[in-house]
């Protein structure tokens, strides 16, 4: 989705321009910037600028300030001719990226709050809905983005953290809210730079835990092998399994867990987890339980422990990412830079939010789901004219959920 008319395209890229002369220096400038690749979307065309590079971080600047783009990016990898096209370009390393999207993580709230609109209409429709009843033209779906979507990216992002740092032991980590529902994570510890796209497709395969076997944590079978069964304090994805699995057997939902296990016959979970009582804090009851119910809770505690990430993004060593503190054109927010220290604090729809709120605009609204910017409530909106903070507007324009009245 993107804008409903030029015009608002138009009146949005002004508040982006002033964002970038504004704030310009706000924006990260990657490393060795003469050695990136850079590549823009411009408000008018939907195809991409890029092969561009800058020598200074003056140049960057002075390009988003002039051009106010709907969306940048830079490389991860670094060029000897970044201008040069894809196969001239010389190739010499790139860092190793991770893209988390609540797109791809079907939170279930997807169901409650996705729509679909008729831009010649400015009408609303539910999802399973293909055609505009008033004129016939095929519908444009909205993909909403609620609290709840936010809170499940910032746990995978806190997940792939940990093992990044816990496990691999990388030490630069670069954290970013992608400004409009996910994280991006970029490592460029030295030894990472150099690696192929096999060896990242198998950084991948373990933080998502693909291809982990169960069978050898001594869990199978109708005994329970004590010494081989995984315990809390154990390093890499054995300690892990075995605190998730507490976790989740102190929780007892067993929705829960046959959920995130794709099982649908849970009763000898529920006999066993009726028989245990109460579950000690500094150890998972392994014998306790049933071998087919060690099965699930491990397959669930495996699947909620893994790290969800788009594996692609991280394989492909040509790869643009999204710059850092730039605007995302899907939103109008940023894509604010972490400390990934701060990931726990960090509100997206406080700190993200680039635009102005003590300025106002009216827009058309066709239907918006309920928004919070910088504590402020903005109710779920239908079909009406409403004055709203700048910086709201400007999302639902972005969105293409609103037009200028
Ligand atoms: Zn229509
Ligand atoms: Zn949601």
Excluded at 119 to 148: F, H, I, M, Q, T
Excluded at 155 to 169: H, Q, V
Excluded at 179 to 200: A, F, I, K
Excluded at 305 to 310: E, F, N, P, T
Aim: net charge neutral.
């Amino acid at each position: 989705m993107s804008f409903i008319r030029n015009e608002d395209a138009a009146f949005a890229q002004r508040f982006f321009k002033r964002y970038y002369i504004e704030h310009g220096e706000e924006v990260y400038v990657p490393e060795r910037i003469q050695e990136r690749e850079f590549g823009y979307f411009t408000f008018a065309e939907k195809v991409m600028v890029r092969h561009i590079s800058f020598t200074s971080p003056g140049e960057l600047t002075q390009m988003l300030a002039e051009k106010a783009p709907l969306h940048v990016y830079h490389s991860t990898a670094f060029y000897k001719y970044p201008r040069a096209p894809m196969d001239e370009k010389g190739w010499i390393c790139s860092e190793l990226a991770f893209d988390i999207d609540a797109d791809h993580l079907k939170t279930p709230c997807r169901k409650s709050h996705d729509f679909k609109i008729c831009r010649n209409c400015l009408l609303d429709y539910p999802v399973d809905v293909e055609k505009c009843a008033k004129c016939g033209a095929p519908l444009e779906k909205v993909e909403w983005v609620c609290e709840s979507c936010l809170e499940t990216a910032r746990s995978e992002a806190r997940k792939l953290l940990e093992i990044l740092e816990s496990d691999l032991g990388f030490e630069k980590i670069r954290l970013a809210f992608s400004g409009n529902r996910g994280y991006h994570v970029v490592v460029s510890d030295e030894h990472v730079l150099d690696l192929g796209q096999q060896e990242r497709r198998e950084i991948v395969d373990y933080v998502m835990a693909a291809g982990l076997e169960v069978r050898l944590l001594g869990l199978e079978g109708r005994r329970v092998r004590v010494e081989a069964a995984p315990d809390l304090g154990e390093p890499g994805w054995r300690g892990r399994i075995a605190r998730q699995a507490l976790q989740l057997l102190v929780s007892k939902n067993i929705a829960e867990i046959c959920e995130l296990a794709g099982e649908r016959r849970p009763q000898s979970l529920t006999r066993d987890l009726e028989k245990l009582g109460k579950i000690e804090a500094d150890r998972v009851p392994w014998s306790a339980l049933s071998a087919s119910s060690r099965r699930i809770l491990l397959r669930a505690a495996v699947e909620a422990a893994a790290a969800h990430v788009d594996a692609v993004v991280t394989q492909d060593v040509h790869r643009l990412i999204r710059l850092g503190n730039s605007l995302n054109g899907k939103t109008g927010l940023r894509a604010q830079m972490i400390n990934p220290n701060d990931l726990d604090d960090f509100d997206p729809m406080w700190s993200a939010v680039a635009l102005p709120i003590d300025e106002e605009a009216h827009v058309k609204v066709i239907r918006s789901g309920g928004i919070r910017l910088r504590g402020l409530e903005i109710p779920p909106i239908s079909r009406s004219i409403v004055k709203l903070p700048l910086a709201a507007a400007v999302l639902l324009l972005c969105r293409g959920v609103a037009t200028l009245p």
